[in-house]
């Protein structure tokens, strides 16, 4: 065996050398390579040479070779090349593959990499960055060590349509006109010529009539064609991605920083107002395009508004116990006898109409506050009783202020005028907004203060029936005019249809998708692409053992979370899981180790997915108000559609506890 495949590489070898003998000559190292490449076809890899080589232009590369490892952008060099020309390299490539079509799906630049291989003794101080260096021994870095990620069918597709594509690439050592189709690869319209958008299209129709079976392909390296669209379309001005849970949203502005950090020089951020969320993005961002993450930076929006204070002197450390026990004092001594819990009894609601409409609008003033719009909020306020909630407020800073402390609103409203008194030096190319729907306003304007309104500049992601804050703003309010800039997304990529079918029993109210016109769509019409699921709706007393039970039945492992409404209520049930022999941890803070079961809040998992969820009841008092009840759907939507394949429902008859 070993012969006969020593025999093939050297036929593979003296074929591409007939080849490279009729063109002009390569310098000897760079034909060595070449023909290196060449015999790789062997191991399914497919080598296009430039027909300039070794006179090639600066945005072009030498030679593209495409396998199983991917695509391979390759630089031949004996000096370092700029980062332009690197980069250059790279974008031409990925522009003759996009809309590439497979059976898969539409092929991303996830699979493309950037190599500059040196010839051996030269010394460089390139390393690898944007692009992988490698001398010329080299090389089974990138052809025999490379983690697979196209299959035979993907590659010849990917192989023919460079081919195809320009007169620059000739293939060496193959003939694409006499390598058949492989089965199956015409499916979806990846044949020589074709564009493949019909036949995508009728794809695409076939499922929403049928409901595929199959498995969603890795997310990082196909997409559909309205993702990928969304992903390479070029914005004047701010955009938004909007659609149901489930519907990619978050990958897709990790695949749109990744392209256009591609593109372009500078740093570039990702933020939301939650905090797990930025590094759960980090992560799966260095999985998506690990040769330019070390250029886009993931923050909490409000550790970046203090690091900017702290930066310019103007230190702002939130202790949130102090927080709470501030305003609980500020209750206790006027709110708990006063008019507010005559109105409303719950002084939790008057923290939030603070923190989400009084200081999260940067309201200045009482005639401010009494025209001010509370969307979502529940409850008529008529102006001469919003002077009583100004009076309270008033009280709440004057004990701020005696303690010596801020709370979280006062660190973005303090940055947002330092930005004012002086625009952000460092300034990034581009800045996406996860989860938008929950920002205050002045974090929405905090964010536009950082990107501005050039063209690719702001993206904003967000889904209205996610919503957990209520208190809403419109982006005109923020100065922000999206201009038909907006990208919905309907097609469910991540819940077997019965749990979207149990996520869509909910009556989660849409109190956002209205704020630049867009038409709003729910996630009971969104369109499930993965069949099947299991929905459990148990009801009884024994809640413990039943969930306990459940969770040694479905042998859960990594994969596997119980989300609750509360912190309290999730600190119980992780010790109940420990007690009961069930390996458990907390979901917050966010760690990369595995866990056999997650236990969070319903807020904490925002931004995750699991394999199975379980949300078991809580015995607690339910409210009564429009706002409230609106408010425990919407939460409850985003846990169940946490959910992949499993979800257990708790209604506990009586308090076993």
Same mark, same amino acid.
């Given at each position: 065996?070993?012969?006969?495949? %020593? ?8 074929? &591409? ?45 030498? @030679? ?5 490892? !991917? ?62 260096? +490698? ?67 009728? /794809? ?55 392209? *256009? ?44 508004? &203090? ?17 709470? &026990? ?28 603070? %923190? ?141 249809? @019965? ?7 909910? %009556? ?23 069949? !099947?699921?299991? +929905? +459990? #709706? ?7 053992? @039943? ?10 492992? &990594? ?28 979901? @917050? ?39 409230? /009840? ?6 409850? *939507? ?5 959910? #992949? ?13």
């Amino acid at each position: 065996m070993t012969g006969t495949y %020593d025999h093939h590489r050297e036929r593979l070898r003296r074929q &591409a050398d007939e080849q490279l003998r009729a063109r002009p000559p390569l310098p000897s190292w760079q034909k060595r390579v070449v023909e290196r490449f060449a015999v790789e076809r062997g191991s399914g890899w497919y080598t296009l040479l430039n027909q300039f080589t070794p006179h090639t232009p600066d945005n072009r590369p030498d @030679a593209v070779l495409v396998g199983p490892g !991917g695509v391979l952008v390759v630089l031949l060099c004996e000096h370092e090349p700029p980062v332009e020309a690197t980069r250059a390299a790279f974008v031409w490539t990925a522009e003759l593959l996009a809309g590439l079509a497979t059976p898969h799906g539409m092929l991303t630049e996830a699979v493309v990499r950037t190599v500059v291989v040196f010839p051996e003794g030269v010394r460089t101080t390139a390393e690898d960055g944007e692009q992988v260096v +490698v001398a010329e021994s080299e090389l089974d870095r990138v052809l025999v060590c490379a983690e697979p990620v196209l299959d035979g069918a993907d590659a010849l597709a990917a192989a023919r349509q460079l081919d195809n594509g320009t007169f620059d690439l000739t293939p060496i050592a193959w003939n694409p006109q006499r390598i058949p189709q492989p089965r199956g690869a015409g499916q979806v319209g990846s044949s020589d010529r074709s564009s493949g958008l019909f036949e995508v299209r009728r /794809l695409r129709d076939e499922r929403a009539e049928q409901g595929p079976r199959v498995a969603v392909p890795d997310w990082r390296l196909f997409l559909d064609d309205v993702q990928l669209g969304a992903v390479r379309r070029q914005y004047g001005g701010p955009a938004r991605i909007s659609g149901p849970a489930g519907t990619g949203k978050s990958t897709l502005a990790l695949h749109r920083l990744a392209h *256009l950090a591609r593109r372009g020089p500078g740093r570039l951020l990702f933020t939301s107002h939650l905090e797990s969320l930025p590094e759960l993005a980090k992560e799966q961002f260095r999985s998506l395009a690990p040769q330019v993450a070390h250029r886009v930076e993931f923050r909490n929006l409000h550790e970046w508004a &203090a690091e900017l204070l702290a930066e310019r002197g103007r230190d702002t450390v939130v202790d949130e116990q102090r927080v709470d &026990a501030a305003f609980a004092a500020v209750w206790e001594r006027s709110g708990r006898t006063g008019p507010l819990a005559a109105a409303r009894p719950s002084r939790h609601y008057w923290k939030d109409e603070i %923190d989400r409409v009084i200081k999260g609008r940067g309201l200045g003033t009482l005639e401010s506050y009494r025209s001010a719009t509370r969307r979502g909020r529940g409850g008529q306020l008529s102006p001469a009783f919003r002077a009583h909630v100004w009076e309270f407020y008033c009280e709440y800073e004057r004990e701020l202020c005696e303690r010596g402390i801020y709370d979280r609103n006062d660190v973005l409203i303090r940055a947002l005028d330092e930005l004012g008194r002086k625009p952000l030096g460092r300034v990034y190319s581009v800045v996406a907004v996860d989860e938008v729907q929950d920002l205050t306003l002045v974090g929405l304007r905090l964010v536009h203060a950082v990107s501005g309104d050039g063209p690719n500049r702001l993206l904003l992601v967000g889904d209205g029936q996610q919503q957990v804050f209520a208190g809403g703003w419109r982006l005109s309010e923020a100065g922000i005019s999206l201009r038909g800039r907006s990208e919905v997304l309907r097609r469910n990529y991540r819940n077997r249809s @019965a749990i979207v079918e149990a996520a869509g029993e909910l %009556d989660a109210v849409n109190r956002f998708d209205d704020i630049d016109g867009t038409p709003a769509v729910t996630l009971r019409s969104s369109l499930p692409v993965l069949s !099947g699921g299991e +929905v +459990v #709706r148990w009801n009884g007393i024994a809640q413990r053992e @039943a969930v306990l039970a459940a969770l040694r039945g479905l042998d859960a492992g &990594a994969g596997t979370a119980v989300l609750t409404r509360s912190r309290a209520a999730a600190e119980e049930w992780t010790e109940v899981l420990r007690r009961g022999g069930v390996p458990a941890r907390r979901l @917050a803070p966010w760690s990369p180790e595995p866990a056999a079961v997650l236990v969070g809040t319903l807020l904490e998992a925002k931004g995750f997915e699991f394999r199975a969820v379980f949300l078991p009841d809580e015995r607690r008092p339910m409210g009564f108000y429009r706002d409230e /009840l609106e408010a425990l759907q919407r939460q409850l *939507l985003v846990a169940t559609t946490r959910a #992949r394949d499993y979800l257990w429902l708790g209604a506990l008859e009586e308090s076993d506890e």
